[in-house]
Protein backbone atom coordinates (compact mmCIF):
# COMPACT_ATOMS: atom_id res chain seq x y z
CA UNK A 1 0.00 0.00 0.00
CA UNK A 2 1.50 3.80 -0.56
CA UNK A 3 1.61 7.16 0.83
CA UNK A 4 -1.58 8.55 0.30
CA UNK A 5 -1.92 11.95 1.05
CA UNK A 6 -5.37 13.49 1.45
CA UNK A 7 -7.37 16.23 0.26
CA UNK A 8 -9.00 19.05 2.68
CA UNK A 9 -12.03 16.98 1.73
CA UNK A 10 -10.79 14.01 3.20
CA UNK A 11 -9.25 15.86 6.18
CA UNK A 12 -12.64 17.50 7.03
CA UNK A 13 -14.34 13.46 6.39
CA UNK A 14 -11.57 12.13 9.02
CA UNK A 15 -11.93 15.05 11.41
CA UNK A 16 -15.88 14.06 11.67
CA UNK A 17 -15.23 10.30 12.63
CA UNK A 18 -12.33 11.05 14.80
CA UNK A 19 -14.13 13.45 16.62
CA UNK A 20 -16.94 10.75 17.40
CA UNK A 21 -13.88 8.59 19.15
CA UNK A 22 -12.92 11.33 20.89
CA UNK A 23 -16.37 11.99 22.46
CA UNK A 24 -16.35 7.89 22.89
CA UNK A 25 -13.20 8.08 25.32
CA UNK A 26 -14.42 11.27 26.73
CA UNK A 27 -17.69 9.22 27.97
CA UNK A 28 -15.97 5.99 28.28
CA UNK A 29 -13.71 7.66 30.77
CA UNK A 30 -16.25 8.81 33.17
CA UNK A 31 -17.62 5.04 33.77
CA UNK A 32 -14.84 4.02 34.79
CA UNK A 33 -14.94 3.00 38.58
CA UNK A 34 -14.05 0.27 40.71
CA UNK A 35 -16.54 -2.35 40.51
CA UNK A 36 -17.34 -1.87 36.65
CA UNK A 37 -15.82 -4.64 34.37
CA UNK A 38 -13.45 -4.00 30.95
CA UNK A 39 -16.80 -5.67 29.08
CA UNK A 40 -18.64 -3.36 30.46
CA UNK A 41 -16.89 -0.94 28.69
CA UNK A 42 -16.47 -2.97 25.65
CA UNK A 43 -20.67 -3.10 25.74
CA UNK A 44 -21.27 0.56 25.82
CA UNK A 45 -18.82 1.67 23.10
CA UNK A 46 -20.26 -1.23 21.07
CA UNK A 47 -23.73 0.70 21.28
CA UNK A 48 -22.26 4.16 21.06
CA UNK A 49 -20.45 3.29 17.33
CA UNK A 50 -23.16 1.60 15.89
CA UNK A 51 -26.06 3.84 16.93
CA UNK A 52 -23.86 6.42 14.80
CA UNK A 53 -24.19 3.99 11.96
CA UNK A 54 -20.32 3.13 12.17
CA UNK A 55 -18.34 0.18 11.92
CA UNK A 56 -16.34 -1.07 14.64
CA UNK A 57 -13.12 -1.57 13.23
CA UNK A 58 -11.06 -3.35 15.58
CA UNK A 59 -14.15 -6.09 15.59
CA UNK A 60 -15.04 -6.33 12.52
CA UNK A 61 -11.71 -5.44 10.56
CA UNK A 62 -8.93 -6.36 12.63
CA UNK A 63 -10.91 -9.13 13.96
CA UNK A 64 -10.05 -8.28 17.53
CA UNK A 65 -12.77 -10.00 20.28
CA UNK A 66 -14.28 -6.40 21.26
CA UNK A 67 -14.58 -2.98 20.41
CA UNK A 68 -12.14 -1.41 22.00
CA UNK A 69 -8.88 -2.86 23.64
CA UNK A 70 -8.28 -2.13 27.49
CA UNK A 71 -5.18 -2.73 29.05
CA UNK A 72 -5.05 -2.81 32.06
CA UNK A 73 -2.06 -1.90 34.99
CA UNK A 74 1.11 -3.98 32.93
CA UNK A 75 -0.65 -4.69 29.65
CA UNK A 76 0.44 -2.54 27.07
CA UNK A 77 -1.78 -2.70 24.27
CA UNK A 78 -4.74 -5.55 22.86
CA UNK A 79 -6.19 -5.75 26.24
CA UNK A 80 -8.97 -8.29 25.63
CA UNK A 81 -12.29 -6.74 27.20
CA UNK A 82 -13.64 -9.47 29.84
CA UNK A 83 -16.67 -9.69 32.00
CA UNK A 84 -14.37 -11.59 34.44
CA UNK A 85 -11.63 -8.46 34.62
CA UNK A 86 -13.09 -5.98 37.70
CA UNK A 87 -11.39 -2.65 37.40
CA UNK A 88 -10.28 -2.05 40.99
CA UNK A 89 -9.11 1.20 43.48
CA UNK A 90 -6.08 2.54 42.10
CA UNK A 91 -5.76 0.79 38.86
CA UNK A 92 -5.10 2.06 35.65
CA UNK A 93 -6.69 1.57 32.26
CA UNK A 94 -6.00 2.15 28.95
CA UNK A 95 -9.04 2.47 26.25
CA UNK A 96 -8.13 2.33 22.64
CA UNK A 97 -10.69 2.72 20.74
CA UNK A 98 -11.54 3.38 16.80
CA UNK A 99 -14.26 3.36 14.22
CA UNK A 100 -15.00 3.79 10.55
CA UNK A 101 -17.75 6.32 9.41
CA UNK A 102 -18.56 7.68 5.87
CA UNK A 103 -15.74 5.42 4.97
CA UNK A 104 -12.79 6.96 6.78
CA UNK A 105 -11.44 5.82 9.72
CA UNK A 106 -10.97 7.10 13.94
CA UNK A 107 -8.24 6.14 16.16
CA UNK A 108 -7.48 7.40 19.37
CA UNK A 109 -6.37 6.53 22.79
CA UNK A 110 -6.39 7.49 26.57
CA UNK A 111 -5.49 6.20 29.80
CA UNK A 112 -7.33 6.59 32.75
CA UNK A 113 -7.11 5.64 36.76
CA UNK A 114 -9.94 3.95 38.44
CA UNK A 115 -11.03 6.15 41.59
CA UNK A 116 -7.84 7.22 43.69
CA UNK A 117 -4.74 6.82 42.01
CA UNK A 118 -0.91 6.67 43.44
CA UNK A 119 0.99 9.63 42.50
CA UNK A 120 3.54 7.65 40.84
CA UNK A 121 0.65 6.25 38.22
CA UNK A 122 -0.35 10.02 38.14
CA UNK A 123 3.22 10.52 36.87
CA UNK A 124 3.36 7.84 34.62
CA UNK A 125 0.06 9.31 32.64
CA UNK A 126 1.55 12.58 32.78
CA UNK A 127 4.73 11.89 31.09
CA UNK A 128 2.81 9.84 28.74
CA UNK A 129 -0.11 12.74 27.71
CA UNK A 130 3.51 15.16 27.92
CA UNK A 131 5.27 12.72 25.31
CA UNK A 132 2.72 12.70 22.72
CA UNK A 133 1.87 16.58 22.56
CA UNK A 134 5.81 16.72 22.09
CA UNK A 135 5.47 14.49 18.91
CA UNK A 136 2.58 16.14 17.42
CA UNK A 137 4.70 19.68 17.88
CA UNK A 138 6.95 18.11 15.19
CA UNK A 139 4.06 16.93 12.65
CA UNK A 140 4.66 19.88 10.89
CA UNK A 141 5.23 20.57 7.09
CA UNK A 142 9.21 19.74 6.09
CA UNK A 143 10.32 17.79 9.41
CA UNK A 144 10.64 13.89 9.34
CA UNK A 145 8.86 10.85 11.19
CA UNK A 146 12.22 10.38 13.04
CA UNK A 147 11.97 13.90 14.69
CA UNK A 148 8.42 13.18 16.23
CA UNK A 149 9.98 9.54 17.54
CA UNK A 150 13.36 11.74 18.68
CA UNK A 151 10.88 14.07 20.74
CA UNK A 152 8.79 11.21 22.52
CA UNK A 153 12.19 9.15 23.11
CA UNK A 154 13.95 11.51 24.82
CA UNK A 155 11.68 13.38 26.96
CA UNK A 156 10.69 9.80 28.24
CA UNK A 157 13.60 8.47 28.98
CA UNK A 158 14.74 11.94 30.81
CA UNK A 159 12.10 11.28 32.98
CA UNK A 160 12.75 7.24 34.04
CA UNK A 161 10.70 5.55 31.81
CA UNK A 162 10.71 3.63 28.19
CA UNK A 163 9.32 3.83 25.40
CA UNK A 164 7.96 0.32 23.95
CA UNK A 165 9.48 -0.30 20.69
CA UNK A 166 7.26 -3.27 19.10
CA UNK A 167 3.83 -1.75 18.72
CA UNK A 168 4.09 2.12 17.09
CA UNK A 169 1.96 4.63 15.22
CA UNK A 170 0.56 4.08 11.74
CA UNK A 171 -0.64 6.27 8.79
CA UNK A 172 -4.30 6.49 8.78
CA UNK A 173 -7.45 6.72 6.34
CA UNK A 174 -10.19 4.86 5.01
CA UNK A 175 -8.14 1.77 6.57
CA UNK A 176 -7.10 2.38 9.95
CA UNK A 177 -3.79 1.28 9.43
CA UNK A 178 -1.28 2.46 6.38
CA UNK A 179 1.79 3.49 5.43
CA UNK A 180 3.53 5.01 7.02
CA UNK A 181 4.78 3.42 9.96
CA UNK A 182 5.49 6.33 12.89
CA UNK A 183 7.57 4.97 15.55
CA UNK A 184 7.57 6.74 19.15
CA UNK A 185 11.45 6.62 19.14
CA UNK A 186 14.49 7.82 16.64
CA UNK A 187 16.64 9.93 15.03
CA UNK A 188 16.29 13.55 14.43
CA UNK A 189 16.05 14.50 10.90
CA UNK A 190 15.75 10.87 9.84
CA UNK A 191 12.70 9.15 7.58
CA UNK A 192 10.11 10.12 5.45
CA UNK A 193 9.68 13.82 5.10
CA UNK A 194 6.29 15.31 6.20
CA UNK A 195 3.83 16.53 3.95
CA UNK A 196 0.84 18.15 4.09
CA UNK A 197 -2.22 15.79 3.92
CA UNK A 198 -0.49 13.14 5.59
CA UNK A 199 -2.31 11.66 8.02
CA UNK A 200 -0.42 9.82 11.27
CA UNK A 201 -1.94 8.41 14.46
CA UNK A 202 1.26 9.27 17.26
CA UNK A 203 0.64 7.09 20.14
CA UNK A 204 3.40 6.56 22.69
CA UNK A 205 3.48 3.82 24.72
CA UNK A 206 5.64 4.31 27.97
CA UNK A 207 6.53 1.65 30.24
CA UNK A 208 7.52 2.16 33.99
CA UNK A 209 10.15 0.16 33.66
CA UNK A 210 11.72 -1.34 30.71
CA UNK A 211 10.46 -1.09 27.13
CA UNK A 212 10.46 -5.21 26.74
CA UNK A 213 7.01 -6.93 26.30
CA UNK A 214 5.68 -10.73 25.79
CA UNK A 215 2.29 -10.91 24.15
CA UNK A 216 0.16 -13.72 26.29
CA UNK A 217 -1.33 -16.62 24.83
CA UNK A 218 -4.52 -15.41 23.97
CA UNK A 219 -2.28 -13.81 20.98
CA UNK A 220 -3.42 -10.06 21.59
CA UNK A 221 -2.61 -8.72 25.03
CA UNK A 222 0.50 -7.81 25.23
CA UNK A 223 2.10 -7.36 28.57
CA UNK A 224 5.54 -5.47 29.87
CA UNK A 225 8.17 -7.99 30.13
CA UNK A 226 9.04 -7.18 33.85
CA UNK A 227 5.70 -6.81 35.56
CA UNK A 228 6.26 -2.79 35.50
CA UNK A 229 2.95 -0.41 34.96
CA UNK A 230 2.23 0.93 31.19
CA UNK A 231 0.51 3.81 29.62
CA UNK A 232 -0.48 4.64 26.53
CA UNK A 233 -1.68 8.06 24.88
CA UNK A 234 -2.71 8.81 21.26
CA UNK A 235 -4.33 11.16 18.86
CA UNK A 236 -4.70 11.10 14.97
CA UNK A 237 -2.85 14.67 13.65
CA UNK A 238 -3.35 16.16 10.08
CA UNK A 239 0.11 17.27 8.73
CA UNK A 240 -1.54 20.88 7.22
CA UNK A 241 0.21 24.25 6.41
CA UNK A 242 -1.49 25.43 9.65
CA UNK A 243 0.84 23.44 11.37
CA UNK A 244 -0.53 19.67 12.90
CA UNK A 245 -4.63 19.57 13.03
CA UNK A 246 -5.38 17.02 16.09
CA UNK A 247 -8.49 15.24 14.49
CA UNK A 248 -9.44 13.19 17.55
CA UNK A 249 -10.11 15.97 20.13
CA UNK A 250 -13.89 15.42 21.21
CA UNK A 251 -14.72 19.31 20.26
Not at 25 to 49: C, H, N, S
Not at 116 to 127: A, D, G, H, Q, T
Not at 206 to 225: C, E, F, S
Request: proline residues 4%; aromatic residues 6%; glycine residues 10%.
Amino acid sequence: MKIRLKTDREIKLMREVNREVGKLLQELAKLVRPGITTKDLDEFAEEYIRKLGAIPTFKEMAKFPGCICTSVNNQVVHGIPSPTQVLKEGDIVSIDAGMQLNGYCGDSTITVGVGEISEEKKRLLEVTKQALALGIEQCVVGNRIGDIGYAMQTYVESQGYSIVREFIGHGIGKFMHEPPEVPSFGKKGTGLELKRGLVIAVEPIVNMGDYKVNILRDGWTVVTADGSLSAQFEHTVAITNEGPQILSLPD
